[in-house]
């Protein structure tokens, strides 16, 4: 068994290239100390990552995975053969493009075409043997977490929050659908559509609804009686509640807030953010008043959304994005270098971005409130813990402690389903392999276990359960890799990130030529779009101050 | 008086253009000799008339123009201040991008903004004042219609049929919105929706469902009972019939073919279209079977659908663009040249595009029909003429007399209304004007009433009712210019069309890099593609020929 990782098929270019980014900093430092030259640099640099795979449209969706023709669920298709009431006419999951799978955004993309040999049960280890490999190793009878080098724990809260605004599958019945309409559009905020925004709207001054709770604005509680399980007739159909939600004890579901998707409650660092962002488009609303007085409610909503959508979209392509690479350069937001690129197309989530973005081991097993250790579990659908410490002080104790590092061995007992869940959701998209997807992205396919990851134990245990490298899976692969010095991530996941992240967030419209100007988002909306550069910002213009700064940051070291 | 029209205000660069491209037949028929010259060439006209004007996505859509908030149709909202039951908040009219018109493709799009101004009722004249404009003049008391000197009764025809799949105004209620998904996707033939998509499929060998009437292929009957007006169980809710589907007479019911659309049975040209659209569907399945003796039925109706488009969007692309322009360059169809493109973005039909296409005028007010001359109305819900005839005679028939030229004084009286409709449209939806359009267009401004037109009538008209140049309306200038010599179009239209038409078309997803191959419609599927160049062949290939090839033609002088 070999000790170390075998870098034989890592590809001279993609060495030569970390070689290059990860190294010469005055090169960088000159390189980005010339405002011309910075933009080429980020440009091609932008380019370079999205270009490692084809481009969109995939000529097919996971429409070929629905086992029923779309339109058939109707008694009046009874006679035909093989239809099941209620359910429609069934087909085979066979492999090509048609009309409609190319047009129905409702059903999830992928990159890679199905592939059902691959994903034959009998070529794939069991699922439960697979708990093995993100199970936490066990150091005196108790499970060790390995902490991440270099992020917070609001690196993870983020992560899983951001994402869950476009990487939204249905249900268990229709898995292979996304219920967004594929943009970075706030809908954890905003709600999924038009009458849901309007359930959350307070139609004055262009505001959320909201509330006062220890001097501080968060959204209205859902529940009017929660013993009951009856949600306000304000709210009713603003989701569907997930069973999680359902079987809460009342004393919780009475602190849950009213906002825009079923998920929102379900951790604190989730409802952090979303609040945060209720606060500040609150905030936006009465600095537009001031500044547009004639404008009505409406036009004061829209555009304090369309300000805050873009200042959160510059977030996430500059310190997140530039947190998780371990490169000098740092990108920025140039919406108008890419007018003419071929990746500019409609967007459209793949399953996997989704399977790439499942960080469940970034989540430690504990946490760190009010100065005490407590199990994470703890800070689930427990929206008391933020209303008794404010929002500053939380954000602040967040940055304050490491996230776990992402990777095999390392997710808490309580996420080990959600892991194997995972697995099998791949398994049944017939995601094509780890090294197909290798292939895909421009890196060599691996020939033995030690070219994925240095851990002994890893190594091992791949072996074992796989046999032979070809028969990885996608998911379990992505995590096998060992994360990159100085990086966030490993190499693979870090690649698939760069191609979905920067080809599907700078095609949003609110960047486009012709709309990413001081007429849409108003004078003094667009300075505040230029001078917000991170989410300390964000935080520290929204939390009652008492003198003090609070600090937010992705970096431990900071 | 001006005799003749003044062109000092069609630009020199346009000018210059539009010589290059009519003369010099020598060096276009060079050109077209040389295969890389060819694209080369293809490629920079296509581009030259595409970005004549600023490119998608545009600020504002129609939604500017719903007088309700979308999504707050209910009663929840009752409490807020405004509130009308059924309908919800009302909103100003006023002009700013909002997420919710940037991402709700239910609207249509415009290129430029509402200028409500422009529109006020005091600036223009009375909608009745207008159909002098179009109205016919007489000639010893008889009207005079005006005959195209190029095009045939078929293209008038063609057009029609296309453009209704993709420029699908709701209804009057809800007239801001379109009920297409934007794309050339053959809507009138398939349906609107995967359930009505359904509902017109056989289910057995990839057909549609169809029925043999002497000896020829038609669609089935869409009544079960046409006296009391019910409709067969299977179409239920295919559509909505229009109002003057509903007051049909029962004998003309009877005959109505269950087609994709509500439109469809409206005219006998459609009908014809989509007649033989359900023709070569039905033998593109029996072709795909024999090659692929596999296939089951869904994957040959989707393969079937997916050839007919591209067969339908190759005609739409080189013979009827290269028959409205009068150039010696013959466009055609490559799809991998434009994939650079800042065009190429998510298609969002606009109202300009639909208000461009609309050539009541083509139509002659009487039409030869098995040798006789009829009226224009009688070819209205009259399946039976079809069936009569048969499609190839009358395919050819059609193709043997003129259309009317488009343009002013030559609208059959039935039709005035439907101008005074269009030019209301216009205004409701505060369409700038003419000028700035052209301006859009990169036309000069007219100064005078004698650079839009020669007519000398049209001159005056023009002049009482608007007064001023700049006070002409988009519609009534668009139409009021003179038909370039041997052109279908006048210089307006024909550079809107081709700012939509092109983009919006070479963006189908069926002709992108991934997509556009032989894997996608098979190996003899991408064979009836590349070897499919005019409506002749189809209508050739789908009729009984009886030893004999009917003439299809858009050209009167073929």
Known sequence: MAQGRDTSRDGF????????????????????????????????LINNAIYKAPTRPYPFSLM??????????????????????????????DTYTSWESLINRTYIGRHLPPDPEFNKP?????????????????????????????STLLFPYWVQWFTDGFLRKKDRVEWFKNTSNHHIDLCPVYGLTASKTAMLRAFKGGKLKSQILNGEEYPPFYYEDPEKGIVKPEFEGLYEPLSDERNLEPAKKAKLFAMGVERANVQIGYVMLNVLCLREHNRLCDLLAKNCPTWDDERLFQTARNILLVVIMKIILEEYINHITPYHFKFFVDPSSFTNERWYRTNWMT??????????????????????????????????????????????????QPAARI????????????????????????????????EMCQYPRVTDFNQITSDPDAQRYLKDLYGNVDRVEFYVGLYAEDV???????????????????????????????????????PVGWEVIHTTNTLSDLVNRNTPQNGKSYKVTFYRSR
Chains 1, 2 share one sequence.
């Open 13 to 44: 270019g993609n060495k030569l290239q970390t070689l290059f980014l990860t190294n010469f900093k005055g090169v960088w430092d000159f390189i980005q100390s010339n405002k011309t030259l910075k933009r080429k640099v980020n440009k091609f």
């Open 64 to 93: 070929t995975l629905d086992p029923y023709i779309p339109g058939t669920a109707d008694d009046r298709f009874q006679a035909v053969e093989g239809y099941v009431p209620g359910k429609g006419l069934p087909k085979k999951t």
């Open 122 to 150: 009998e070529n794939l280890p069991a699922l439960e043997e697979l708990t093995v490999l993100f199970k936490k190793k066990e150091s005196n009878g108790k499970p060790v977490t390995i902490y991440s080098e270099k």
């Open 351 to 400: 399953m996997e971005f989704s399977l790439v973005y499942r960080w469940h081991s970034a989540l430690p097993s504990t946490l760190i409130y009010g100065g005490q250790e407590i199990p994470m579990q703890a800070s689930l659908w427990n929206n008391q813990m933020l209303i008794d410490q404010g929002l500053g002080t939380l954000f602040e104790e967040t940055s304050s």
């Open 407 to 438: 990777g095999l061995f390392n997710t808490a007992d309580f996420l080990l389903p959600v892991e194997l869940a995972s697995i099998d959701l791949g398994r049944k998209s017939q995601m094509a392999s780890y090294n197909d997807y290798r």
């Open 484 to 522: 990159r010095k100085n990086s966030a991530l490993a190499p693979l996941i870090g690649r698939l990130v760069g191609i979905d992240a920067f080809s599907q967030a700078l095609t949003n419209p609110l960047l486009a030529e012709s709309i990413f100007n001081p007429e849409t988002f108003s």
